[in-house]
């Protein structure tokens, strides 16, 4: 089993910054690949960014050119800097660990979720 703990989030107003962080503890050798999800009322959940194991990064359009994902392997933890935050932005964020990038990609099986961070912007 793996634990994913997020902080950092909460409201800021548009065109500011946050900084969310997901500690990882467990089994986390057998889930390399981590990433972030959000999810608005009355959406899906949907795909922000995703970071390998190398280091390698992808990102959702909607995001890309504002949004930083990071890892420091040594303390299991993954980070999302977000800047120049949207009201758009506004949604749960949800911090997810998998055996590779492309199981995140593609919702696939054998993803290990967080409980979710309020992330809210104001215009």
């Known amino acids: 089993q793996v634990q994913l703990v997020e902080s950092g989030g909460g409201l800021v107003q548009a065109g500011g910054s946050l900084r969310l962080s997901c500690a990882a503890s467990?089994?986390?050798?057998?889930?390399?690949?981590m990433g972030w999800f959000r999810q608005a009322p009355g959406k899906q959940r949907e795909l922000v960014a995703v970071i390998s194991s190398g280091g390698s990064t992808y990102y959702a359009d909607s995001v890309e050119g504002r949004f930083t994902i990071s890892r420091d392997n040594a303390k299991n933890t993954v980070y999302l800097q977000m800047n120049s935050l949207k009201p758009e932005d506004t949604a749960v964020y949800y911090c997810?660990?998998?055996?590779?990038?492309?199981?995140?990609?593609?919702?696939?099986?054998?993803?290990?979720w967080g409980q979710g961070t309020q992330v809210t912007v104001s215009s």
């Open positions: 997810a660990a998998a055996g590779s990038a492309s199981v995140l990609r593609s919702l696939g099986r054998g993803i290990y």
């Open positions: 467990g089994r986390t050798f057998s889930t390399p690949a």
